[in-house]
Structures are given as C-alpha cells and as structure tokens.
C-alpha cells in the first residue's frame, strides 16, 4: 500500500522560507514532485526530480525553491526560499512509478505580504 505523507507547510512572511518534506512508502518511485493549487486556480507542477537527479521547475520559481531527494529513506525534498505571496497554495507530493500516479494529501503553504 502507497502512502505519502507531507509536512513542513505552515504561514510565513513574504521573504521567508519553508521545506517540506514527503515520505513515501510502499514502493521505490521514478520520479517524485511537488504540485501546488492556489484558491480558484488548476493543480499545477511546480518541481520534479528523477530517480536520476535530474530536475525541473516551472519559470516561477526557478533560482528560489529547490526540489531534491533521498533514496535511502524514500523521501523527496521542496525547499522554498524568497516565498512570495503568490507562492500561496496546497502544496502535493506525486510520485509515479510503472505508469501509476500517486498524491499526499496536501499541506498548506500560506504567504502573508
């Protein structure tokens, strides 16, 4: 049985930091991601990375948040910097393995200006 479990979401200033974390249980996975949905807006992906290494970042965020992970214990990383309000969301962890996707159920990510 999958899980994922979030944490590390909370309220911060504009210009603070935050890092979550998602373990992962059940399986090993290809690549792990964090999404993000703000009120009124689609799910969209904000990081991924490879079993590999290899990551991406949507144009937003690129050169503030920092995707990584840990193999050895199954978790992946989202370590955000320079938050702005905009930032503000429920932050998902995805994992996909052999075609199959799987979510967190969501932590909070609340930026005040």
């Known amino acids: 049985q999958v899980q994922l479990v979030e944490s590390g979401g909370g309220l911060v200033q504009a210009g603070g930091s935050l890092r979550l974390s998602c373990a992962a249980s059940g399986s090993r996975f290809s690549t792990m991601a964090w999404y993000r949905q703000a009120p009124g807006k689609q799910r969209e992906l904000v990081a991924s990375v490879s079993s590999g290494g290899d990551t991406t970042y949507i144009d937003s965020v690129k050169g503030r948040f920092t995707i990584s992970r840990d193999n050895a214990k199954n978790t992946v990383y989202l370590e955000m910097n320079s938050l702005k309000p905009e930032d503000t969301g429920v932050y998902y962890c995805?994992?996909?393995?052999?075609?199959?996707?799987?979510w967190g159920q969501g932590t909070q990510v609340t930026i005040s200006s």
């Open positions: 995805n994992a996909r393995v052999f075609g199959h996707s799987f």
